[in-house]
């Protein structure tokens, strides 16, 4: 994940050396509820008009960009709600939309993302999920429209089979998905979130803190006019971003 961009991934699967464990509950959830089942947090900002997805606009207006971002969460949130085997939630940004986002997600459970920089509140989300004793915790970024299906499943059993990390880079050299089965401070601290680095400085630091990766295959996400242009000729879109872009080749968009 980075600052305006994201990451994922599904294919081999490669090993660094360490281990540990802990794991994330929301405001009002029940502990016993969890269990030791792991969870799954999309980390969305609410799609309001001139918040989101800028960098698409142009060619995007912004009522388009924000009908955009909504379309590529409802898929996100479809895609991990079949993921039997996980609980999920959502990483909200403002601290404002939380109500808008419990009409829209009522079966999620809910999480502010809080203060600070991206790298903050990631971190605190990933520490609350692991200190309410989630077995491990999955970060995924809100704009995933090729998720493979079931890849988050995928990285909760990579953590489940002993991995402590597990990362699914994006296009732009960051990352999509990030899965932890212990807290980790030092892979989000003073991390260069605007820079194309960040997939490969996790990695560097997580070698270094001899922490056992999992690395599966990158799967893009939707953040400049490059990516939307290739978005509008994918074949195989979910339904209601398959929606969105017949609307925009209508003109509607």
Same mark, same amino acid.
């Given at each position: 994940m980075s600052s305006g961009r994201s990451v994922l991934s599904s294919g081999p699967l490669t090993y660094g050396p360490g281990l540990g464990? #802990?794991?994330?509950? !929301?405001e009002g959830s029940d502990p016993n509820r !969890?269990? =030791?089942?792991?969870?799954?947090?999309? *980390?969305?900002?609410?799609? +309001?008009?001139?918040r989101v997805k800028t960098r698409l606009c142009p060619p995007l207006s912004p009522d388009g960009a924000a009908r955009l971002a909504m379309a590529l969460l409802l898929d996100l949130a479809?895609?991990?709600?079949?993921?039997?085997?996980? +609980?999920?939630g959502i990483a909200?940004?403002?601290e404002a939309a939380r109500e808008?986002?419990?009409?829209?997600?009522?079966?999620?459970?809910?999480?502010?993302?809080?203060?600070?920089?991206?790298?903050?509140?990631?971190d605190? *989300?990933? !520490?609350?999920? =692991? +200190?309410?004793?989630?077995? !491990? *915790?999955?970060? =995924?970024g809100g704009d995933l429209p090729a998720l493979p299906e079931g890849l988050p499943s995928q990285a909760a059993g990579v953590l489940l089979r002993g991995a402590d990390l597990v990362l699914s880079p994006s296009t732009d050299g960051g990352y999509s998905l990030i899965g932890l089965s212990r807290p980790c401070p030092e892979l989000f601290a003073r991390m260069p979130w605007s820079g194309p680095e960040v997939l490969s400085e996790t990695l560097r630091r997580a070698e270094s803190l001899g922490l056992r990766t999992g690395l599966l295959?990158? *799967?893009?996400?939707?953040? #400049?006019?490059?990516?939307?242009?290739?978005?509008?000729?994918?074949?195989?879109?979910?339904?209601? #971003?398959?929606?969105?872009?017949?609307?925009?080749? =209508?003109?509607?968009?």
């Open positions: 464990a #802990t794991p994330l509950a !929301s !969890s269990g =030791l089942h792991p969870l799954a947090v999309v *980390v969305a900002k609410w799609p +309001e008009p001139g479809d895609a991990v709600r079949r993921c039997r085997d996980l +609980e999920w909200y940004a403002p808008a986002f419990a009409r829209r997600f009522p079966d999620a459970a809910l999480f502010p993302q809080g203060e600070g920089d991206l790298g903050e509140r990631m605190r *989300v990933v !520490s609350r999920g =692991l +200190e309410a004793g989630h077995r !491990s *915790v999955l970060l =995924l295959a990158p *799967v893009p996400d939707c953040d #400049t006019p490059d990516d939307l242009a290739r978005l509008i000729e994918h074949r195989a879109l979910p339904r209601h #971003t398959a929606e969105w872009v017949k609307r925009y080749r =209508l003109g509607k968009g």
